[in-house]
């Protein structure tokens, strides 16, 4: 600031200077005193709508900051012209404007998201229809996030003149053929498509149960450039989003969360199967995991020396698939070494015991 500045901004001190300042600070006051009223009104005719009510709670601070900076930039578009330094006060307010009124998107959208998923608890026996709508409003809300951030920047940069060109690409970029022509060379931009894609077609969704090749988990997070999948031995197993759009995966709960799942056993041929089966039938009825659905015993091969039995099972989901099939096992082991234990497979042995008595008959 030069000299010549300082005497006329001492100059204005004395008149219009403090008048201007009492009546920014007069027009904070009253904002602040309309934020309070309106927050308090809308909060309260708002207390029976859910997500009304929590878009509201996200907007009630950026909004305490918005309305001041609204009722001081008034004030100062009003300002005499020729006041010391008026044009950076105006810049500088209408930046921290925009600055605010992004974080004010920002802020809507999550309350939106968090009224949402408030009406869609996740903790019922049958989530799908909630998982499905999880999903659907957190990958939209992070593309809604991107581009009001990405928007708000433009925006800013727009008001410096030398920056002008650059802020109005960065808002053609947010388009969706800025998006379509970037997605070869922006992986950014592929995996917001991707994130676009799994939003309304949803292949997996959040809570679901995947096999990613050989490492089976359940969808623990779904962010706007990858998958979180927590495995069985609560490790964690990070996934692009471009990746399931690309590759096949297994998803045991697409549809449904019941599932069906097998055991096996090796049995000789003359196990006699009625009382495997009753046994079987037995475990299942006894068993808390067991959703009434399904339980059968099959011979579904045939060995040289011994058969294979397959006994499937059904449960609410996998987790209790999992421990019924254990079970399951268990039992079927344990009530063959006490009640049939010369039906395990040890044909070898009986085999050799039976060569060797041949070969000493004929010897005799």
């Keep these: 600031m030069t000299f010549p500045e300082l005497g006329a901004l001492a100059a204005w001190a004395n008149d219009s200077s403090l008048r201007l300042v009492l009546v920014a600070l007069v027009a904070v006051l009253l904002a602040l005193l309309v934020h309070g009223v309106g927050a308090a009104l809308v909060l309260r005719l708002t207390r029976t709508m859910p997500v009304a009510f929590a878009a509201a709670g996200q907007c009630k601070a ?28 105006r810049h500088g307010n209408g930046l921290l404007l925009l600055m605010v009124l992004t974080w004010l998107g920002l802020r809507a959208v999550r309350g939106v998201v968090l009224g949402v998923v408030s009406l869609h608890p996740l903790d019922v026996e049958d ?37 002008r060109q650059f ?61 979180v999948l927590k495995l069985w031995d609560e490790r964690r197993l990070i996934i692009p989003l471009q990746w399931f759009i690309e590759n096949p995966f297994h998803n045991w709960t697409r549809k449904s969360a019941g599932i069906i799942g097998t055991v096996f056993l090796w049995v000789d041929y003359r196990m006699p199967l009625e009382p495997l089966r009753r046994q079987a039938q037995r475990v299942c009825d006894d068993a808390p995991e067991w959703d009434r659905r399904l339980c059968k015993l099959q011979v579904v091969d045939a060995g040289e020396r011994s058969m294979q039995l397959r006994v499937l099972v059904s449960s609410a989901s996998s987790g209790q698939n999992w421990d019924l099939r254990c079970r399951v096992r268990e039992a079927l082991v344990d009530f063959m070494q006490r009640e049939y234990p010369q039906h395990l497979p040890l044909m070898r042995a009986e085999l050799a015991e039976t060569v060797i008595s041949e070969k000493q008959a004929v010897a005799q």
Excluded: C, K
């Excluded at 900051?65 to 012209?81: E, F, G, M, Y």
């Excluded at 800025?178 to 922006?186: H, K, M, T």
């Design 62 to 89: 950026p909004t305490r900051v918005l309305l001041p900076l609204v009722a001081l930039q008034a004030v100062w578009q009003i300002a005499p012209d020729d006041f010391p330094l008026i044009d950076a006060v």
């Design 127 to 163: 989530n799908l229809h909630a998982r499905r709508i999880h999903t659907q409003t957190h990958m939209l809300a992070r593309i809604a996030m991107f581009t009001v951030l990405l928007a708000g920047l433009a925006l800013m940069l727009m008001t410096f003149p030398g920056a």
């Design 167 to 227: 802020g109005a690409g960065l808002l053609a970029s947010a388009g969706v053929v800025g998006l379509v022509a970037g997605i070869a060379a922006r992986p950014i931009f592929s995996n917001l498509i991707a994130g676009l894609q799994i939003a309304l077609a949803q292949p997996i969704r959040l809570d679901d149960v995947l096999v990613v090749q050989g490492d089976f988990g359940r969808v623990e997070e779904i962010t706007g450039t990858y998958v």
